[in-house]
């Protein structure tokens, strides 16, 4: 299983993990596919062989197919240059989930049908941010309710014609690893989420759910003894979490008119680079990889550097938007996005709604604010040893990720 630094086998299921596809293509456009799994991420191999794969088959471009991770810490592992000891990867598992992805994708390109689109948001809370400053400076991994957290809860529904039933896409900024030490799978709070929506709507309703800025939250809960707001880390209370989370949503639904979204689907995509401090000299990885704790993830990330000792100071990062006729942008961003990024992507968007999908594509590194990256605590350092990246980012980071979303959104402007 993949998602902790710690040794775990799943032993039977908890909640199902899913893999979903939606296909969307306006009058005047083509198709667009959303393809989502209860996976920690995706590997950018992954990535680019079902990119490949569709726009052979149908023609479809690269921009116009998005996959999103739920980023459930109780799924198998999937990332070919992730950490082994935190999301090391089982090949058979993604030849099986690849295969089921383009099949998924065959099936809801096949049952294209007529269908009205519309979108509303809501701000909510199942957690709190987990970086806690202490009164010397220091960052601890803690809950912290007056952090950061980007309550944005964007939902696209779908209401499709004939005897074919709704179809509701939400969105939560959280992490899903909230089930304690299960030996189990489990799709975590978003399974929850689903299972709620589908069985309050009913007629053949389906759900989705999509990732947000949510790389520095955590679901919490305040405890009933001493008062505090406490991480949840319990299968039970996680459902709960979720269902809790679709009822919110669900309220929205009956109480507030959401937008119509009419007119041309468009998408496009911008890359530009991010880049690495200097890596530890090789006297200094050959002493973690060699006398550091044998069931360290440090002493993993240090063993897998020295294999792959040339590894870039840069790496390419990606964004994608689609924009839905002149109501709504669709900005997905790759990697564990944190979550001051949300509010500040969402303020470019041209158009009067704005929604982020992260842990979009290639997850590959935390994407902290330079805020973030000069406090420090995991977001800001150490977690580049989780994805085999050979150090932190630079200060320039906010710097470097903005324009490429701003070069991303201003080739939607070029359209009508």
């Not at 759910?209 to 790389?215: E, T």
């Not at 996005?337 to 968007?349: K, Q």
């Not at 994407?367 to 406090?375: A, D, N």
């Amino acid at each position: 299983m993949g998602g902790f630094a710690y040794e775990r086998y799943a032993e039977g299921g908890g909640t199902p993990l899913r893999a979903q596809a939606l296909a969307i293509r306006s009058l005047k456009g083509g198709a667009a596919l959303l393809l989502c799994a209860d996976i920690q991420g995706f590997d950018q191999t992954t990535v680019e062989r079902l990119r490949r794969a569709l726009g052979k088959k149908y023609k479809i471009p690269p921009e116009a197919i998005l996959l999103a991770a739920s980023h459930t810490h109780f799924g198998p592992g999937t990332l070919l240059r992730g950490n082994y000891l935190c999301c090391g990867p089982n090949p058979w598992y993604l030849v099986k989930l690849e295969a089921q992805l383009l099949s998924l994708a065959d099936t809801a390109l096949a049952s294209l049908a007529p269908a009205e689109l519309s979108y509303g948001a809501l701000a909510t809370a199942i957690g709190c941010n987990r970086r806690l400053k202490d009164d010397k400076g220091a960052i601890h991994f803690a809950p912290n309710p007056e952090g950061s957290y980007d309550r944005h809860t964007p939902i696209i529904h779908i209401e499709r014609r004939g005897k074919a039933g709704p179809i509701l896409l939400v969105g939560h900024a959280c992490h899903p690893s909230s089930s304690g030490k299960i030996a189990g799978w489990s799709a975590d709070y978003p399974g929850g989420l689903r299972e709620q929506l589908e069985n309050r709507l009913g007629h053949n309703t389906r759900a989705l759910f999509v990732m947000g800025c949510g790389a520095d939250a955590k679901v919490a809960h305040r405890d009933n003894v001493s008062g505090k707001t406490v991480f949840t880390a319990d299968p039970v209370a996680s459902q709960a979490s979720g269902r809790l989370l679709a009822d919110q949503v669900l309220n929205h639904l009956a109480t507030q008119a959401l937008i119509p979204l009419a007119g041309q689907l468009t998408c496009r995509m911008a890359g530009g680079f991010l880049t690495f401090n200097k890596p530890p000299a090789r006297r200094t990885l050959e002493k973690m990889a060699y006398e550091g704790k044998p069931e360290h993830y440090a002493t993993w990330w240090a063993r897998q550097l020295l294999v792959s000792p040339d590894f870039p100071l840069r790496r390419e990062w990606r964004v994608q938007a689609w924009r839905f006729g002149q109501q709504l942008t669709l900005i997905a961003l790759e990697g564990e996005v944190c979550s001051p990024y949300g509010p500040l992507v969402r303020a470019l968007a041209r158009t009067p709604a704005a929604m982020i999908v992260a842990y979009a594509n290639c997850t590959w590194a935390y994407i902290p604010t330079r805020q973030i990256y000069r406090e420090g605590g995991y977001e800001g350092g150490d977690s580049f040893k989780a994805f085999l990246n050979p150090a932190p980012f630079t200060p320039k980071i906010e710097k470097e990720v903005m324009p490429i979303v701003k070069k991303a959104l201003a080739r939607l402007s070029t359209i009508g």
